[in-house]
């Protein structure tokens, strides 16, 4: 089990920057690829970034490219997601997410909501205009 912790959300005028945090516990914060994953209201949860195992590999979603940055800290086994220049579309509750890598999946990170075994409770970022 991997219990995952986010934080860092709040209110924030646009053009603004926001470091979320997810502090894991649990199994072996470096044996796993982590994501995060955004739900606006009346929206469905959708990707935004994700690193692999052995932090290697990075993806972000278009959205977000160029703006946002995810990093890991593995001594604190936490991940961050700099988020800079921030738009009122980006307004929604953040998660982290984790499964568990293998030796087949060194460069894999996961896009996919189903593809995570572990979610945190989730941090509000609201954007003001």
């Known amino acids: 089990q991997v219990q995952l912790v986010e934080s860092g959300g709040g209110l924030v005028q646009a053009g603004g920057s926001l470091r979320l945090s997810c502090a894991a516990s649990?199994?072996?914060?470096?044996?796993?690829?982590m994501g995060w994953f955004r739900q606006a209201p009346g929206k469905e949860r959708e990707f935004v970034a994700a690193?692999?195992?052995?932090?290697?590999?990075?993806g972000y979603a278009d959205s977000v490219k160029g703006r946002f940055t995810v990093s890991r800290a593995i001594a604190e086994s936490t991940l961050y997601l700099q988020m800079n220049n921030l738009e009122p579309e980006d307004t929604a509750v953040y998660y982290c997410a984790a499964r568990p890598g293998t030796i087949t999946s060194v460069t894999a990170y996961y896009t996919g909501q189903n593809e995570y075994d572990y979610w945190g409770q989730g941090t509000q970022v609201t954007v003001s205009s």
């Open positions: 690193i692999s195992w052995t932090g290697t590999s990075i």
């Open positions: 649990g199994r072996t914060f470096s044996r796993h690829a």
